[in-house]
Nanobody, 118 residues
Framework: QVQLVESGGGLVQPGGSLRLSCVVS????????MGWYRQAPGKQRELVAT???????TYADSVKGRFAISSDNAKNTVYLQMNSLKTEDTAVYYC????????????WGQGTQVTVSS
């Protein structure tokens, strides 16, 4: 059984920083890519950033230059360093993994709340 467990969310003032972590565990053969998505109240879930097993990254335009995604493949962990946070970054952040067990499919974490407020 695959589990994705996020941590690192919380309350931060505008301009502040947070670092999210997501650990993937279970009977995994390989991880193709991992990413972070977010969902604000009343809005659809949107992509924040992704990283492939080879290290290729993509970012939403709204976070480019402020957020950085990275991974530790040996630890099956993905990180999201969030700097210069804005009130509009407030959302539940979800970890996603495209991985292979006996089949290839996507998995989601339970989400971690990030609130940016003064």
């Amino acid at each position: 059984q695959v589990q994705l467990v996020e941590s690192g969310g919380g309350l931060v003032q505008p301009g502040g920083s947070l670092r999210l972590s997501c650990v993937v565990s279970g009977n995994i053969l390989s991880i193709r890519a991992m990413g972070w998505y977010r969902q604000a109240p009343g809005k659809q879930r949107e992509l924040v950033a992704t990283i492939t097993s080879g290290g290729t990254t993509t970012y939403a335009d709204s976070v480019k230059g402020r957020f950085a995604i990275s991974s530790d493949n040996a630890k099956n962990t993905v990180y999201l360093q969030m700097n210069s946070l804005k009130t509009e970054d407030t959302a539940v952040y979800y970890c996603n993994a495209d991985l292979v067990t006996f089949i290839r499919r996507n998995y989601w974490g339970q989400g971690t709340q990030v609130t940016v407020s003064s």
